[in-house]
């Protein structure tokens, strides 16, 4: 390990660089399982986090003959695929065009190139995007052409945010101290995930984007102890201002990032498979929407931190279904839980058990990989094995990143069979001993 000898402010340190090149040149795979350090985001691509959004959505009036929805840094396209099924459940289908956009045009061929979506239609249902939050104005479509966006009804932000660099200031008194970062790089120049940084103070510099949002920044650090250190996500805020001025009056912006960390901690950012995420400031963020007089909601549960965000006062029907769905009976956490619980009953005779738990499962989730695999596991319980082989196969078809184990469980299915099948070959056998000449 070697010091590179030069001190960057966090945006513009190579580690963020590096960050970026590693998501670029590893495309969607970074997200699949096969890697063990893989990107989890089991949680806000599952089926019912998606469905909760589209019930959001429906709530929408517009004289528009569709709605136009845009997924910002949309990953793996899991979380598309799961709401376009929720769309068609929900009877939107027909009314959504649903943009499916990301910073790296690898990731969009890549994404095209998986048949993700193929029950539905392309430039009719869905269509592809390169999309850099920081520059709007400059998306082009799937055959590199530029792209409108036009007014957005719904903007969509799963763990999209913390990914643009921050700048990081420590409170001093009443002065503003910025922090800069001595880059360590690997003498062979490979990607150098850093779990800690040395930090070194120096006089404050302020980039032109950064004076923009000064004003959000002194307020918020009054609330801060000294030696505290403020996460400045002055890009987060660029890009949610260009969002909104695109935004439609009765549209909304969705946020779903990582719960917002101790700002006390000496971590600033968390790394996944060479990929790094800052840590969210929710008080900049509701201070920025607040400043402009737009309707927000936040709320933070285990799982997620969320925010949504409006120009105008929703109806009440939409903070009904807000409140239904986040807070009363949030199928997102729910559907967390259920997968924890259904690994519990591992022996047969639980069956009757997992069943129920089955049932409430399918309740919120009768899409995805897991609604499929925890229906062949509960017919593999029953010896039911030929039902339960079509299930695991349906199962393998939707396993696009090998989110879950099907593979593993199906091999604990041929065992089965084969065993059964030894077992009514020495059945006629095993009685002959007992026959009476």
């Known amino acids: 390990m070697t010091l590179s000898g030069e001190i960057y402010s966090f945006e513009e340190a190579p580690l963020y660089q590096k960050s970026a090149q590693t998501y670029i040149e590893t495309g969607i795979d970074i997200f699949d399982l096969k890697n063990k350090e893989a990107i989890p985001n089991v ?46 459940k929900e009877g939107l289908l027909d009314k959504v065009e649903y943009l499916i956009s990301d910073f790296d045009f690898r990731i969009v061929k890549d994404l095209r190139s998986r048949s993700l979506y193929q029950e539905f239609k392309e ?112 890009n987060a805020l660029d890009a949610l201002e260009q969002l909104l001025n695109r935004l439609s009056p009765n549209g909304f912006i969705y946020i779903a990032d990582i719960p917002t960390m101790d700002f006390d901690s000496r ?41 949504i965000i409006s120009k105008s006062q929703p109806s009440f029907r939409f903070k009904q279904t807000l409140k239904e769905n986040f807070e009363n009976n949030n199928p997102c956490v729910l559907f967390c839980e259920m997968i924890s619980a259904m690994k519990i009953f591992v022996s047969n005779q639980s069956y009757k058990a997992y069943k129920a738990l089955l049932n409430e499962f399918l309740r919120i989730d009768d899409v995805s990989v897991y609604s499929k695999l925890y229906q062949a596991i509960y017919y593999m319980k029953i010896k039911k094995f030929k039902k339960s082989k079509k299930l695991f196969e349906e199962a393998e078809k939707v396993n696009f990143f090998t989110t879950c184990p099907v593979h593993q469980y199906q091999k604990k299915l041929e065992l089965l069979m084969e065993r059964e099948s030894l077992l009514k070959s020495m059945k006629p056998k095993f009685f002959g001993l007992f026959e009476i000449n």
């Not at 799937?142 to 903007?155: R, T």
Request: glycine share 2%.
């Open 43 to 88: 949680s806000t691509s599952s089926f019912p986090h998606a469905h909760s959004i589209v019930k959001l959505l429906k709530q929408i009036k517009t004289s528009k003959k569709k709605l136009r929805v845009l997924e910002c840094g949309a990953g793996n396209g899991i979380f598309a695929r799961h709401f376009l099924f929720a769309c068609k």
């Open 123 to 234: 430039n009719v249902h869905f269509r592809y995007l390169k999309l850099d939050l920081m520059n709007l104005d400059e998306c082009i479509d799937i055959k590199s052409k530029p792209f409108d966006l036009g007014e957005i009804d719904l903007v969509i932000m799963n763990y999209c945010l913390h990914a643009l660099p921050c700048s990081i200031y420590k409170k001093d008194n009443e002065l503003l101290e910025k922090l800069y970062i001595e880059f360590l790089e690997q003498d062979n120049h490979q990607v150098q995930v850093l779990k800690e940084f040395w930090m070194e103070e120096k006089k404050v510099r302020f980039e032109a984007k950064e004076k923009k949002y000064l004003d959000l920044l002194h307020n918020i650090a009054e609330n801060y102890k000294q030696e505290q250190k403020i996460h400045f996500n002055f």
């Open 267 to 307: 971590v600033s950012y968390r790394a996944f498979a060479g990929a790094i995420a800052y840590i969210l400031n929710s008080q900049l963020i509701s201070n920025f929407v607040e400043t402009n007089k737009y309707w927000n909601y936040i709320h933070n549960d285990f799982i997620l931190y969320k925010h």
